[in-house]
């Protein structure tokens, strides 16, 4: 039989590795660490039936994976190890039956696929990194965050309070709704970072005061979407996504009893557009809903036809109000097509860009100006700039 390190034989590692203290070590077996690092992103492991937990080592503790047996093993605990540490971080390859540093090998992460491993019994003593070094894992970034808020940290966020992050949060959430758009995996990651860190620095923030941590925060969200797929995790049957959908209302209802109405909980910060979308998807859900698309369009011709009758009497007032009732319409037209509004509007504001810049570039080429152009020759040029559009490949 295997003998797997214990914590009576953790010190004759450490010592064979040069290693003094450790007081947090934890302990993995090589196979389960294989397992690890050949599940896919939700869990599945080839030719096993049961889905792994989601899980990460301790990049800032002692870490020993033991029972190497070869060199195929040795090379994909390399691969996981690579995930969480620096390429070049220097490991342990150490004989359990070591007593003095004579056989250690020292070596670097990246080179593990390289090593032989003879001792079946063999090893790996993974030292923990700085904190300024654990770049990759959560609790790196709730470490940072930390010093950067404690004495001696950064005076800028030091400074911060919830109310003066919230112009930073509005920021970095449509930083990556551009990302979305960019289609650039590494910007989207990047942006996403950015915004999570946002959530880390309110919840340190909030951790000082005394009013919840991010555990805290943790907790509510996996509590809420455990509660809300009883169909995952209870008994519950939902075939469709629709079906999803009419239940999460229901669900949301039973969780929140006092709630008199499904309009109260929108948030009043949201911009008008996606709070129009996300109240009258709200107000569907219990039933309040046009019989078809041909009856949202017709109210759109109805609003505009309102609209032109208060420009021709000239009330303001009036045709604001009517104005916003079109936006109201054309929010419901996009909800049944099952287009978020939002994104068509953005999408028609780059294509706008687009065909401006285009516009403008050929009004420098003439030596002219815009303003200087006929209301014929813009439109020219307009057509001109959707005609290339069209034709790009």
């Not at 450790?22 to 690092?37: H, N, Q, S, T, Y």
């Not at 070049?88 to 593990?112: A, C, E, F, R």
């Not at 209870?234 to 209302?249: C, K, P």
């Not at 209301?375 to 307009?382: G, I, K, N, R």
Request: overall charge negative; hydrophobic content about 40%.
């Amino acid at each position: 039989m295997q003998n797997e390190p214990n914590v009576l034989e953790i010190d004759p590692l450490l010592a064979a590795s040069g290693s003094v203290e450790a007081p947090w070590i934890e302990v993995l077996k090589a196979a389960d660490v294989v397992r690890m690092a050949t599940e896919n992103a939700v869990g599945d492991v080839p030719g096993q039936q049961q889905r792994l937990p989601w899980r990460a080592p301790v990049p800032t503790s002692l870490l020993v994976i033991s029972q190497l047996c070869d060199s195929d093993t040795t090379a994909t605990v390399g691969q996981w190890l690579a995930r969480y540490y620096p390429s070049d971080h220097m490991v342990y390859l150490i004989p359990t039956s070591t007593s003095t540093n004579s056989s250690v090998q020292p070596i670097p992460i990246s080179k593990l696929c390289q090593s032989e491993v003879v001792d079946e019994d063999a090893s790996l003593l993974v030292p923990g990194l700085a904190e300024t070094d654990n770049v990759r894992t959560f609790a790196g970034l709730m470490q940072l965050t930390r010093t950067l808020r404690a004495p001696g940290g950064c005076p800028w966020d030091r400074e911060q309070t919830h109310a003066t992050l919230k112009p930073y949060l509005l920021e970095e959430t449509y930083e990556v709704l551009d990302a979305l758009d960019s289609g650039e995996p590494a910007q989207l990651a990047e942006e996403m970072g950015d915004l999570l860190y946002q959530i880390a620095i309110h919840s340190q923030v909030a951790a000082e005061a005394g009013t919840f941590t991010i555990e805290d925060v943790i907790e509510n969200v996996v509590r809420k979407l455990i509660g809300r797929h009883p169909h995952v995790f209870g008994d519950m049957e939902l075939a469709s996504s629709q079906d999803v959908r009419h239940a999460w209302e229901s669900f949301k209802q039973k969780q929140k009893p006092k709630r008199t109405s499904v309009l109260e909980e929108i948030p009043k910060g949201l911009p008008a557009l996606p709070q129009s979308n996300l109240m009258q998807k709200r107000a569907a859900s219990v039933g309040f809903e046009w019989p078809a698309v041909s009856d949202v369009l017709d109210k759109v011709g109805e609003e505009l036809r309102e609209l032109r009758a208060e420009i021709e009497s000239g009330a303001r007032d009036r045709q604001r109000e009517e104005l916003g009732d079109i936006f109201f319409a054309l929010v419901s037209v996009a909800r049944y097509l099952k287009i978020d509004p939002e994104e068509a509007l953005r999408l028609a504001n780059r294509k706008f860009a687009g065909r401006f810049g285009q516009v403008e570039a050929a009004t420098t080429e003439r030596g002219q100006a815009l303003r200087d152009l006929s209301p014929a020759e813009l439109d020219a040029l307009w057509n001109q700039a959707k005609s290339a559009e069209n034709h790009e490949p």
